[in-house]
């Protein structure tokens, strides 16, 4: 019940769909049954979720900044999508990882 601050759910549940479009929760508490969502309290960073939200999923995709996966390693995998993410963010338009050439996902 998303009213008492609090939403959980049995692992056999797909929580995806439900979660991807509520941006202000995050896990709070997970067992070998459960899962279960909180609400964030940190308004800072549910205001930054609802923002980075909004860009992905009301931006103009026409105008998305999209960044190939580079094999050079994880690190630098990892280090490459967070620097491409933040620079559309901060340019105001969304984000879009696409794979290298016709490759697949490295790790």
């Known amino acids: 019940d998303e009213t008492l601050g ?12 439900w979660w991807t479009h509520r941006y202000d929760w995050q896990v709070g508490q ?13 308004k800072v960073r549910a205001q930054f979720l609802q923002d980075l939200y909004q860009l992905q999923w009301n931006g ?12 050079s390693g994880y690190a630098a995998a990892l280090s490459s999508i967070t620097r491409s993410f933040y620079t ?12 290298h050439h016709e490759g697949t996902w490295n790790f």
Do not use: L, M
Request: charged share 20%; glycine share 2%; net charge positive.
């Open 30 to 42: 997970e067992n070998q049954t459960h899962t279960c969502f909180v609400k964030i309290q940190d």
């Open 88 to 99: 559309a963010y901060k340019k105001g338009i969304p984000f879009q990882y696409n794979k």
């Open 60 to 71: 103009d995709c026409a105008k998305s900044w999209q960044k190939p996966q580079i094999s």
């Open 6 to 17: 609090r939403c959980c759910a049995h692992w056999t549940f797909n929580t995806d769909p």
